[in-house]
C-alpha cells in the first residue's frame, strides 16, 4: 500500500521531491519505492528527466486506477467512522464565485451537516480542472459537455452597473448621446459581451468609450464601487448591493454571457455520501441564481 501511496503523490505532483515533501519522506525514498513499484509490475511507470519526471502512457492508466482505488479506500473509511467524527470536503472553485458567493452559502450547509467541514480551493483559471485529489469542484465553462462528470448549475447573468454617486457626478442615464468619456469594466474572456453592448447602443461615439479588463470579478466590482466607471458583473455578486441602492442597473441592461456554472465530480467520487449530500444543497442553493 505504501508504495502505491507514493506513486499516487508523485503521479499527481509530477516531481519526486513536491511528492516527498507532500508524504514527509526523502527524495530517494520515493525514488526506491516507484522503482520497486515498476519492478513489481515489470512496467515503467516514469520517464526520468533532469528537469523533472513524466509519466509513460501506462503510468497514466495506471495512475487513474490507483487514484480511483484510493478514493474508495478513502470512502469506505469515512463511511465507517463515528458520525461525531469531522470529515473534510474539497471543494475547488473559481475565485469570485468561491469566496464572495459561495463561502457566505456555508452557513447554511454547515448548519445541515455539522459533522462536514468544507474546504474551498480558489483558482485563477475558471475552466475545467483535471486535479483528482479534490472531491468535487465548480466550473465555469462555455462548451456543453455530455460527460456525466458535469452537472449545470446555472447560466452566468450580468448585469451593467454603476455606483449612485459615479450616476451622479456624471449625470450617467443613458449610454446612448453619452457626451463625456465613460470607461467601461469588464472581466477577461468576456470582451464579447461588452461588443455586444456597445453594438445594441444608437447615435454611438466610440471616442467617448473606454474599456479596461480585470482578472477577476470581484476586481472589476470594486473599480465599479470606487467610482472607476460602468461595468459588467454577474448579478450574484450585485444582488444585495442593488437592493441597498449603493449599486444601480444602468438603462436596466443584463444579458447572458454563454458562461455556464456546473459541478464537475469524478464518476467514481459520486458514490460517496458528503459529496451527493454537498452536491444536492449546491442544486438546491443555487436554484435562484
Known sequence: MNSLVVFDQAAQNKCFKHAADKIGISKSAVSKQISKLETTLDVSLFQRYKSGN????????????????????????????????????????????????????????RDRYPNVIPKLITRDSPTRTENKKHDLSVICHQESSSSPEFEPLFDENLVLVASRDYMHNHKLVN?????????????????????????????????????????????????????????????????????????????????????????QVKEHKRMCKKNQQFMNWLKQTTTTL
Open 54 to 109: 513524466e509519466l509513460t502512457q501506462a503510468g497514466l492508466a495506471y495512475s487513474d486506477l490507483i487514484s480511483r482505488a484510493l478514493d474508495i479506500i478513502e470512502f469506505a473509511t469515512e463511511s465507517t467512522i463515528k458520525k461525531t467524527d469531522q470529515i473534510i470536503l474539497t471543494c475547488e472553485t473559481p475565485v469570485t464565485f468561491g469566496e464572495w458567493w459561495l463561502t457566505p452559502a456555508l452557513v447554511s450547509y
Open 175 to 263: 449610454l446612448n448621446d453619452h457626451n463625456e468619456l465613460l470607461i467601461l469594466i469588464g472581466r477577461c474572456e468576456r470582451q464579447h459581451v461588452i461588443e455586444n453592448l456597445l453594438a445594441g447602443l444608437t447615435n454611438l461615439n466610440l471616442d467617448n468609450f473606454s474599456y479596461v479588463e480585470y482578472q477577476h470579478f470581484y476586481m472589476v466590482k470594486s473599480a465599479i464601487e470606487n467610482g472607476m466607471g460602468v461595468g459588467l458583473i454577474p448579478e450574484y455578486l450585485c444582488r444585495e448591493d442593488l437592493e441597498k441602492g449603493s449599486l444601480v442597473n444602468v438603462m436596466s441592461y443584463q444579458c447572458q454571457s454563454g458562461f455556464t456554472y456546473s459541478l
